[in-house]
């Protein structure tokens, strides 16, 4: 079992940044599960398809119309309440399987960091626990 915590830097306000293969090498254990997990209120963790760019795009399209980031009724004074909503709707963290020492992935499955709010430093943490 481990726990171990990466430093990830954003670059624009809504990005989703794959980290996949991070999540990969923190591998230590054969059977079991992995956590990932981001303490940010404005960020999250995504489970999608990393095959086609496009997609990333799309969803940060599709998540801007739902939960504008410019709204005259936000009252939170950071101005960043479409943020924290965004964040909500994703999660704060994915579960995965460890079978024979790799992620239980779909073929086009890959791993996001969710940026809301950037462009920032941010933090995650990958814990794996036997099983």
């Not at 591998?27 to 095959?51: F, K, M, R, W």
């Not at 999660?91 to 950037?118: A, P």
Request: glycine letters at 8%; proline letters at 3%; one cysteine or more.
């Amino acid at each position: 079992m481990s726990l171990v915590k990466h430093e990830i830097k954003s670059e624009r306000r809504m990005q989703l940044i794959n980290i996949t293969d991070i999540v990969k090498k923190d591998l230590d254990i054969q059977e079991g599960i992995c956590v990932v997990y981001t303490p940010h209120t404005t960020c999250g963790i995504s489970v999608n398809e990393n095959a086609d760019p496009s997609v990333c795009n799309d969803m940060i399209y599709g998540y801007e119309k739902v939960f504008p980031t410019n709204d005259d009724f936000y009252h939170h004074m950071e101005g960043n309440s479409a943020a924290h909503m965004k964040s909500s709707a994703f999660g704060c963290n994915q579960t995965f399987i460890v079978h024979e020492g790799k992620l239980i992935l779909g073929i086009w499955q890959g791993i996001y960091f969710c940026e809301f709010d950037g462009p920032r430093n941010r933090s995650f943490y990958v814990k794996t626990i036997e099983g």
